[in-house]
């Protein structure tokens, strides 16, 4: 294994596991799909497990829309796996096709006829040659912006939820893995229509473009977001091997700093908007002892805010420094004269 790879694992906390963590029991999930425990109770699946393939295949096809001078469009596929108690494992994914005309620049993104059909087809030919995993859930991305759920997406992973669960949605972002050197990918379940989640909390903490942030919020009661954990076994070796020698290739003729250059420009115009905003509430705030806020009160929302703007700026910069290192080590090894 290349140290590269080694890197990659690390970075993402891949474990390996036994081989019989590929092992079907058709009976077993059988057994479980007639009980449908998920049914009475909407918090049942409480983690995930991702084999490394599927992860590098779903990044792979998410980094491939994602070129310099150019919007990043966003991308599609299915996931297979099975389920062991109350953990959701993927084994593998596969990428959809996207019909022309379909939005793929905003969070708009959603299976259309051609992309079902293709996925029943899949499915058929797989089972013939020996493959059993069942479809799973779906996985997209959203290039610069997070891993959350959109309104769009809510809709449609709450239709695939009611037809075909166990059902996942798995959402990763190329743009902040390339930035970042780590895979930025998160799980979720989405609850159904009507029903308000007991002790609900603000979501966990997320980097999301200002012009994005209505529609985080206004549906972040809708799911909720599931651990995921990583392995991979002595079977996914060659094939492991086969996909990084692709992915390494990619990544290291690419340039983060270059790839990137408007997600950087347009995540610094966000920070600013959103240190204005608070800026303006703080001003605002100086009048709440004679309004309808306690000052004390109104001091620790500014502060919230403030922290959170404080922390994206923080990670951007860590991306861009981590970017730059980058390029200077791959100056040193490649541009650098022989003596």
């Not at 798995?170 to 989405?190: E, H, L, Q």
């Not at 692709?246 to 290291?252: A, C, G, H, Q």
């Not at 004679?290 to 004390?296: A, K, N, R």
């Amino acid at each position: 294994m290349s140290a590269p790879q080694q890197q990659w694992e690390a970075a993402n906390n891949i474990k390996p596991v036994d081989d019989a963590s590929y092992r079907f029991d058709a009976e077993q999930q059988q057994k479980l799909l007639n009980a449908r425990p998920w049914k009475s109770d909407n918090h049942y699946f409480k983690h995930v497990r991702m084999s490394a393939v599927a992860l590098l295949k779903i990044m792979m096809h998410a980094g491939a829309e994602v070129k310099p001078n150019k919007p990043a469009l966003e991308v599609m596929g299915m996931m297979q796996g099975r389920v062991e108690a109350n953990t959701m494992i993927v084994t593998d994914a596969f990428a959809l096709p996207i019909p022309p005309g379909v939005d793929r620049t905003f969070t708009h993104v959603n299976p259309g006829h051609e992309a079902m059909e293709y996925m029943v087809q899949y499915q058929e030919l797989i089972k013939e040659v020996g493959k059993k995993e069942n479809i799973i859930g779906w996985y997209h991305s959203h290039p610069g912006y997070g891993c959350w759920l959109s309104g769009t997406d809510v809709g449609t992973q709450r239709t695939q939820q009611q037809y075909l669960d166990p059902f996942l949605a798995v959402v990763v972002d190329p743009v902040r893995s390339i930035s970042a050197g780590k895979v930025g990918i998160g799980s979720f379940r989405t609850y159904p229509e009507g029903y308000t989640p007991p002790n609900a909390q603000a979501s966990e903490w997320q980097s999301v473009p200002a012009d994005r942030i209505e529609d985080f919020g206004v549906h972040a009661a809708c799911y909720y977001q599931l651990p995921m954990s990583f392995f991979k076994s002595s079977l996914d070796a060659k094939l492991l091997d086969l996909l990084w020698r692709k992915y390494w290739v990619n990544t290291l003729a690419a340039s983060p700093l270059i790839t990137n250059r408007q997600y950087v420009t347009t995540s610094i115009g966000d920070i600013v908007e959103k240190l204005d905003k608070v800026e303006g509430e703080s001003t605002h705030g100086r009048f709440a002892g004679i309004g309808f806020v306690p000052s004390d009160k109104k001091k620790k929302e500014e502060e919230s805010q403030l922290s959170k703007v404080t922390r994206e700026s923080n990670k951007l910069s860590v991306e861009v420094l981590h970017g730059l290192c980058r390029q200077v080590i791959k100056a040193e090894l490649f541009n650098t004269p022989k003596r």
